[in-house]
């Protein structure tokens, strides 16, 4: 990627420099007033670390889940999550005007500009560039946020499954040399002109590999899956048209005899690289 955007916006080029096109995302804070952010990670394949200089957010959402809040300096965003924030406006005597950041991971994105993802918060009518630095973080890294952060407001009991499925994960190249993703050793493939959902309608029960299905004797019933990722390529893993819980997540190798406890909930989202995730849905 050549670079990345801040609410639809950013510039290619340097500061000062006479080449240097576009513009960036700018708002505009009160001092002593708390703004809430909605942040959405909508990059086909960038981990981002999202910080405001000098600023400390108070993480009260994730992908719509209400969670006991947090604060942070910096977020940890995967491809596809979604972060509910609050942020107070309390550092006018700092400066006026702040670097607002969302910087690349490098050990899984690749991304030309990794230092200029960046948009400008600004105390009341000022309008200046900031002269801000940003917050210190020990690695680059693409991982979540702690797991142990990622609380449900309000808790909710796990159900006994009544299926458990595997899945292994796996990535390969196609003949054009691009990246094709493969679940049990399958590739999806849609028939644009006569979709899965619509087979169903019309009552067809039997599909192609290609079409990956996982059938399910009954409805309204609890499946836990077991998606293994054994893969240097990140990738996050999401249902469409559901809620689950994440019931853990790891990159160790998965070991169905000692893995039995739920670690977090609520979450709907997950990104690993060489590992495992037990999702219950």
């Not at 808790?155 to 196609?174: E, G």
């Not at 493969?182 to 979709?195: A, I, K, Q, V």
């Not at 059938?215 to 990722?229: D, G, M, R, S």
Request: glycine letters at 6%; a negative charge; proline letters at 5%.
């Amino acid at each position: 990627m050549d670079t990345a955007l801040i609410n639809g916006m950013n510039v290619y080029g340097e500061d000062g420099h006479s080449s240097q096109t576009g513009s960036r995302f700018e708002t505009s804070v009160e001092e002593g007033t708390s703004y809430r952010f909605r942040l959405v990670n909508g990059a086909i394949d960038t981990h981002f670390k999202f910080s405001i200089d000098n600023h400390t957010m108070t993480v009260m959402a994730m992908d719509f889940v209400p969670i006991v809040p947090y604060e942070t300096d910096i977020l940890n965003i995967a491809m596809g999550q979604r972060y509910d924030v609050v942020v107070t406006a309390n550092k006018a005597s700092i400066a006026s005007d702040f670097w607002i950041r969302a910087i690349p991971q490098s050990s899984c994105s690749e991304n030309d500009s990794p230092n200029n993802v960046r948009g400008i918060l600004h105390y009341g009518s000022s309008a200046s560039l900031p002269t801000t630095t940003g917050h210190y973080y020990a690695a680059d890294e693409c991982v979540d946020e702690s797991p142990h952060n990622l609380v449900p407001y309000i808790s909710k009991d796990v159900s006994q499954d009544l299926i458990s499925t595997d899945q292994a994960v796996t990535v390969s190249k196609n003949p054009q040399n691009l990246f094709r993703w493969f679940l049990n050793n399958s590739t999806f493939e849609t028939e644009w002109t006569d979709p899965t959902i619509l087979q169903v309608s019309k009552g067809v029960n039997s599909f192609a590999a290609a079409d990956n299905l996982i059938t399910l004797p009954n409805a309204n019933e609890w499946v836990y899956l077991i998606i293994h990722a054994n893969l240097p390529v990140p990738h996050p893993i999401h249902l469409h048209g559901h809620d689950f819980f994440v019931l853990a997540q790891s990159t160790e190798t998965f070991d169905a005899a000692t893995q039995s406890t739920a670690e977090r909930c609520g979450a709907a989202a997950v990104e690993w690289v060489l590992g495992y995730g037990v999702l219950h849905g």
